[in-house]
């Protein structure tokens, strides 16, 4: 897309902003324009219909126009609503993710002080390493490398789930050879826990979208809506139709794609959660806290 062509690293800091603009501004990629050249088009046979065979003031006697619209408002507003109260759920699951893998790491480096370099570089690698892979995961992605990187065999597994039994044995063995006494364990074990909890609530976003149904129902009113509007518009405007169709239809058919890119919150789209930046935001904290350097 645009976007991406003028937005890459080796582009200066302007066009990138310019295709970070137009990335954020083109819901639905070019499905949106196919349609709007398909209403141009439409509407276009509606004027000359208009002026040479049908009188169109037949349709602006129905008066029908405005509340066509008001109900294809509502629809809207409650389909847009739904989708952000997703993505918002989500920003704040992954926003605990951050401060639970933060705790887990200070905690660890303060109670389990005894830890060598190495002992606490690989348990940073496995809770950066959880980020990361329930990024993948929620994305229906696999990376082998990731679990090698782990030291974890990579068999047809929950990878976040394979990561997080690695913590409780570390815990385990720790506090086995007495790094950690039980009431440390326990602390340590809150912020554990909590991160197979996000992963669940994560997966129930991903695994329950919005019911088909009424996408169907949204979709045949934004088509019978575009499908009537002309022949209210074309008596009293003629050929200006045309502009005020095409800005009609990019706002109406874009918020409905703005919704469907939203409503998938996890997807590496521009107005989807930023995961690599959060997950990045992860590992540098767990590295910090931690003090070591995760290759």
Known sequence: MAGEIIGTSDAPRWLQRLGHFIDHFNPGRFLLWKINFAVVTYTAIVCLIDNHDIKGTKFVELNGAM????????LLI?????????????????GQLVNESRNLAIKTRCYADSLNESQRLEFA??????????????????????????????????????IAQEVYKKLKT??????????????????????MDICGSTERILKSPIAGSYKLLLWLGLLLNVACLPWFL??????????????????????????????R????????????????????????????VIS
Not at 254 to 261: K, P, S
């Open 125 to 162: 690698k496995l809770i950066s390493g959880f980020a990361f892979a329930l990024m993948e995961h929620l994305r229906c992605q696999r990376d082998p490398d990731l679990l090698s990187a782990l030291s974890i065999p990579d068999k047809e597994q929950h990878i976040p789930s394979a």
């Open 234 to 263: 074309v008596p009293s405007f003629h050929f200006l139709s045309i502009p005020m169709m095409l800005i009609s239809s990019y706002f109406i058919f874009g918020i409905e794609l703005l919704a469907e890119e939203v409503e």
């Open 78 to 94: 409650f389909r847009n609503s739904s989708a952000y109260e997703r993505w918002w759920e989500a920003r704040k699951l992954w």
């Open 265 to 292: 919150p996890f997807d590496p789209l521009p107005n989807d959660l930023p995961l690599e930046a959060i997950c990045a935001t992860i590992k540098q904290s767990v590295e910090e806290s931690l003090e070591v």
């Open 67 to 74: 509340l066509l619209s008001a109900v294809i408002g509502l």
């Open 174 to 195: 720790w506090r086995k050879d007495g790094v950690i006494d039980q009431w440390e364990q326990l602390q340590l074990d809150l912020h554990a826990k909590t991160l």
